[in-house]
Nanobody
Framework: QVQLVESGGGLVQAEGSLRVSCLAS??????MGWFRQAPGKEREFVAA????????YYADSVKGRFTISKDNTKNMMYLQMNSLKAEDTAVYYC?????????????????WGRGTQVTVSS
């Protein structure tokens, strides 16, 4: 198993930027990423990155605004969020999985962090 701990959430104005981080400890997974859940909505995929070659995946709604990255030496993963919109307001969850299926299937996620709140004020 892996433990995933998010940090860096907070309140930001629309068009602002924020970076959330995830510290992973324990087992190493093939891919890590971020999901989010807004009030009254289902949890949705945001971005993912393979931990070996750094291949990245993004939801259409965040392409061009969010950037996912990793630092294997620190067991850290990051999500840089720019040009934030009110609709980006959600709890952001760090996730880990064994295949890129996590991009299209939430059931493929093996481990979840507890989440960090991101609130964008308009």
């Amino acid at each position: 198993q892996v433990q995933l701990v998010e940090s860096g959430g907070g309140l930001v104005q629309a068009e602002g930027s924020l970076r959330v981080s995830c510290l992973a400890s324990g087992r190493r997974y093939f891919i890590m990423g971020w999901f989010r859940q807004a009030p009254g909505k289902e949890r949705e995929f945001v971005a993912a990155i393979t931990m070996n070659f750094g291949r990245t995946y993004y939801a259409d709604s965040v392409k061009g605004r969010f950037t996912i990255s990793k630092d294997n030496t620190k067991n850290m993963m990051y999500l840089q969020m720019n040009s934030l919109k009110a609709e980006d307001t959600a709890v952001y969850y760090c996730v880990a999985g064994s295949s890129a299926l996590i991009v299209t299937s939430i059931n493929a996620v093996h481990s979840w962090g507890r989440g960090t709140q991101v609130t964008v004020s308009s």
